[in-house]
């Protein structure tokens, strides 16, 4: 299979690359509705003190099937393919005509554009399925944070963890060195960037998801490229909080999610780096 795939033109790859992104991109709009639900679910019954056995949890990542989320009416195959279902309907349900946020195609293109971009620079090969499964982790991540000021933890350590063991198997992306002293600088930095902005103004800067998302970033890129992520990052928050106190006034106080700045500064860094690393001196 994979040698006739290797055999294919490469606009063909792309096209199949493409179509595989659009498809992982509908299953993580599952993710981001289901898995902050499942995790608070989670969470009120850690920490009540009340008997909550008789308390449904929230449908799991891959059963039940989709359903509406104003009418709860089941999604048929034909309402659910990526991007094209969505603008058949004109973003609307089908029983309902409630309207389907722009997040779903949004999702969809991001996963499709990420898959074929990383098709085109390393080819079919181990390190593409890697990278792929890199941004999808992100896309993902970015969303829940942007929706919830949330980072969960199962999709940063995640990350984490398969940073670390990629590096440290085959070195795709960094030396299994540099990989764990990402890992190390990436969390340490924002946990002095954390408590000495806590120290100076007595308020809370950031939340902790970030701190393990910068880590998982320094376990895949390797600790050089983490001062061009914290740069980037920083420049997108800010230009970020301006916008939204220009365009939308938002208070200076208003919480800001750090996390979709990150995960972009991380994703450009890596193909910048994969793009020119024959030049870089790193």
Request: net charge neutral.
């Amino acid at each position: 299979m994979i040698e006739t795939l290797l055999a294919w033109p490469t606009w063909a790859q792309l096209v199949i690359a493409g179509v595989m992104g659009l498809i992982v991109g509908s299953f993580i709009n599952v993710v981001i509705v289901r898995l902050p639900a499942r995790l608070m679910h989670a969470w009120h019954v850690m920490v009540s003190e009340s008997d909550h056995t008789d308390t449904p949890a929230p449908p799991g990542l891959i059963w039940p099937r989709s359903r509406c989320v104003h009418c709860h009416h089941g999604i048929a195959w034909h309402d659910n393919i990526p991007v094209i279902s969505w603008l058949v309907l004109r973003g609307r349900c089908r029983h309902c005509e409630n309207a389907i946020g722009w997040r779903y195609p949004i999702v969809e293109v991001l996963c499709a554009a990420a898959t074929v971009l990383v098709v085109w620079q390393w080819g079919l090969s181990w390190p593409t399925l890697a990278a792929a499964g890199m941004a999808w982790t992100l896309i993902a991540a970015s969303a829940i944070d942007l929706e919830h000021h949330l980072l969960p933890d199962v999709l940063t350590l995640g990350l984490l963890w398969a940073g670390l063991l990629i590096n440290a198997t085959w070195s795709w992306f960094a030396t299994p060195s540099d990989a764990i002293w990402g890992a190390v600088a990436g969390f340490s930095i924002l946990w002095l960037v954390l408590h000495g902005f806590r120290l100076l103004t007595g308020k809370e800067g950031m939340g902790g998801g970030d701190l393990k998302l910068l880590a998982a970033l320094g376990a895949w890129l390797g600790w050089s490229l983490l001062p061009i992520v914290l740069f980037l990052a920083s420049l997108m928050g800010s230009v970020a909080g301006l916008l939204g106190m220009v365009l939308a006034q938002r208070g200076r106080d208003t919480p800001i999610a750090f996390g979709p700045h990150l995960a972009l500064a991380g994703w450009l860094a890596l193909i910048w780096h994969a793009l020119l690393g024959d030049w870089l001196m790193f």
